[in-house]
């Protein structure tokens, strides 16, 4: 069966029996959830000051999209003060069936709620909303079919309106056999957050990429029990590629942002307080265990900052 990339995608991880409805993330990538409880700590912080900035209303929402395991939201609440707890009205948005242990307090649903009023983060989503791919040829950017079974791959029709006005104005094709990932449905997903946002922040963080500095050949990959493999689209892998997300910075924007900041997770993360800065030698003697404590955490907090790693993740902040 021949499909578009968006598609194929759609159906290998979100159709009947889809990868994403019937496997749990953790034993198939490293995300910064996963990688440490600091990252937790971190949107904990995050959550702070969005509270301050709201006065501290009554009820402050936090709305993980895209929420997996629910491991994030599990680690803010055991972590949350009891006078900034009590106030919070936790969401996991997610497809997969609600993970055993997640915390009762916690609404887990399949789609975005109506209204937002406080922190909505959305770590690792954007890279799997599918999308369609383009490749230039000699007769002008055709859109790439694929087949569904094996990945094998032909060229397709020309694009539509809106591939072709995206691709023009978000991603370039600067030669015959370059290829665009086609984002506007990643930027209509996060306009979609942006509109729900009554007040407070919205927060995307993923593999990303600027649009003087797109990927020649595009970036769709495959990720199956913690290896790369070949995104073939038949529910056995997921199936990811990195985010414009300065063009979904625009989409939110228009949604009707009123501020944006564009930077890497190791500036955000940094402004949040993680350093990866190792514990001084004297406290081996004060407190060995503690010392050990504090260099795993320090070696954590590292892996979060590495700006070849996690640490160079795009890191989109839109308030409302």
């Known amino acids: ?153 032909r060229i397709g029709g020309p694009l539509r309106p809106a591939d072709r006005d995206w691709v023009e104005r978000w991603w370039p094709l600067p030669r015959v056999g370059a290829r665009a990932e086609i984002g506007w449905p990643r930027d209509e997903a996060w306009a979609a957050v942006v509109t729900r946002l009554a007040r407070g922040r919205a927060i995307a963080v993923d593999y990303a990429h600027p649009v003087d500095n797109r990927p020649l050949w595009g970036t769709l990959t495959g990720y199956r029990d913690g290896a790369v493999v070949s995104p073939i689209p038949d529910g056995t892998c997921d199936i990811t590629a990195h985010v414009a997300l300065d063009a979904c910075a625009e989409a939110g924007r228009r949604a009707g942002a009123i501020s944006t900041a564009l930077s890497t997770q190791r500036a955000a993360l940094r402004a949040l307080g993680l350093d990866g800065a190792r514990p001084p030698v004297e406290l081996t003697h004060q407190d060995p265990r503690g010392y050990l404590r504090a260099l795993a955490r320090a070696s954590e907090e590292g892996e979060l900052l590495d700006p070849r790693g996690l640490g160079g993740f795009g890191w989109l902040d839109q308030r409302r």
């Open 1 to 153: 069966m021949w499909l578009t990339w968006r598609a194929a995608t759609e159906r290998a991880l979100y159709g009947e029996e889809g990868f994403y409805l019937r496997e749990r993330p953790s034993g198939h990538f490293r995300t910064s959830v996963s990688a440490s409880a600091a990252f937790a700590d971190a949107v904990l912080a995050l959550l702070r000051q969005v509270d301050a900035e709201l006065g501290k209303p009554d009820t402050l929402d936090l709305v993980d999209i895209g929420a997996g395991e629910g491991t994030l939201v599990t680690r803010v609440l055991a972590g949350a003060e009891p006078g900034l707890s009590e106030r919070l009205r936790v969401t996991a948005v997610d497809l997969s069936p609600r993970p055993e242990g997640l915390p009762e307090r916690v609404e887990w649903r399949g789609a975005l709620p109506d209204s937002i009023a406080g922190l909505a983060i959305a770590n690792e989503w954007l890279d799997n909303v599918p999308l369609d791919v383009a490749e230039q040829t000699p007769d002008g950017p055709r859109l790439v079919m694929v087949n569904v079974h094996t990945g094998e791959e």
